[in-house]
């Protein structure tokens, strides 16, 4: 299984981002989805989860509001629409994939439901 992500950059405060991540080796349209990031001294936190079909979705308080998860499984990729990011946004970005093919996801989210990964993409927000 592989999973990789992409559209990270250098944004200011008040700009947007969308990040990307593209899955193979997995039947995709069947896994659970979410997204995480990790800030410097920082754990690991979910921000948002979207269900196999994509019809149900879940957001962090952080981010509620302003983010949104989406998939189209037709070409196995999961989005992040970041929008009105501020400075407490930056962070290392990371999908992963729910560890026992669930469909629906569990909260709070935990990493340890999640068994793949990508390496991630660093989103840097900007005064």
């Known amino acids: 299984v592989q999973m990789a992500e992409s559209g990270g950059g250098l944004v200011q405060a008040g700009e947007s981002l969308r990040l990307s991540c593209t899955a193979s080796?997995?039947?995709?349209?069947?896994?659970?989805l979410a997204w995480f990031r990790q800030a410097p001294g920082k754990e690991r936190e979910g921000v948002a989860a979207i269900t196999s079909s994509g019809k149900t979705t879940y957001y962090s308080d952080s981010v509620e509001g302003r983010f949104t998860i989406s998939r189209d499984n037709t070409k196995n990729t999961l989005y992040l629409q970041m929008d009105s990011l501020q400075l407490e946004d930056t962070a290392m970005y990371y999908c992963?994939?729910?560890?026992?093919?669930?469909?629906?996801?569990?909260?709070?989210?935990?990493?340890?439901?999640?068994?793949?990964w990508g390496r991630g993409t660093q989103v840097t927000v900007s005064s």
């Open positions: 992963a994939a729910d560890r026992y093919k669930r469909a629906y996801y569990r909260l709070p989210l935990e990493m340890g439901d999640y068994g793949y």
């Open positions: 080796g997995l039947t995709f349209d069947a896994y659970a």
